[in-house]
């Protein structure tokens, strides 16, 4: 079983890790100048693809096969629910008040009237959910995105998104800031982890389908997404620095 350390030593790990890759360089310059760790990102790939092949993926299924759709909408919406706090934090860091605002809004009301997150009441009343963590905060700060990384089970990132992963985490309540039981916190976060792993299987043939290149196509729409959301759906021209 996990021991209490296993909350900081992912982030640590991730931290140094990211450090160490910036450190020593590129480990393979590839053609697109955002992914200048490309080798060491199409390993750490084909590792995941192996692990979500085996693991991963066979646990989504049976997850979304055998729980209601009802009860799978409510998981769902237990965990957006909790992150509506961490939405209000960085919305708050960012400067943005009257999202912070409505992220508190939403939080106060799904956790009463929403039944503890189960049910998106706010949505309902017009309060609409944002989307943000400590790497689109650190973006807003100023800096700079150090490069596309890919780690596994983690999934896409940037250095900067690898480093705002560590503030994520330790803001996360279902890291243990609510849950002080190891086997709780670790029952949740499996349970979230196969809860969006079971989301995202649709896109699996989509992909497999439309992309010649699995690891460019999952990279640059990463890199797009993210883009997209730092500026609120209004980014810049692609030559502008951010």
Known sequence: MMDKTFGWRLPATAFLAAGLIVSGGPAHAGDDPHDPYEGFNRA???VNEGLDKVVVKPLAQVYDEAIPLPAKAGVGNLFDNIADLRNA???????KLAEAGNDLGRLLINSTVG???LFDVASELGLARHEED????LA???AGDGGYLYWPLV???????????VGDIYTDPTWGTINKSVATRNSMLGLRFVEVRASLLPTDKVIEEAALDKYA????AYLQRRRNL?????????????
């Open 44 to 46: 750490m790939f084909a």
């Open 155 to 165: 999934g896409p990132r940037t250095v900067r998104d690898t480093f705002g992963l």
């Open 134 to 137: 400590f790497g689109q905060t």
């Open 115 to 117: 039944i503890f997150g």
């Open 89 to 95: 934090l960085n919305n708050t860091l960012q400067g």
């Open 230 to 242: 730092i500026f609120d759906g209004r980014p810049p021209r692609l030559d502008d620095d951010y």
């Open 217 to 220: 196509y999952v990279r640059d």
């Open 140 to 142: 807003v700060w100023g």
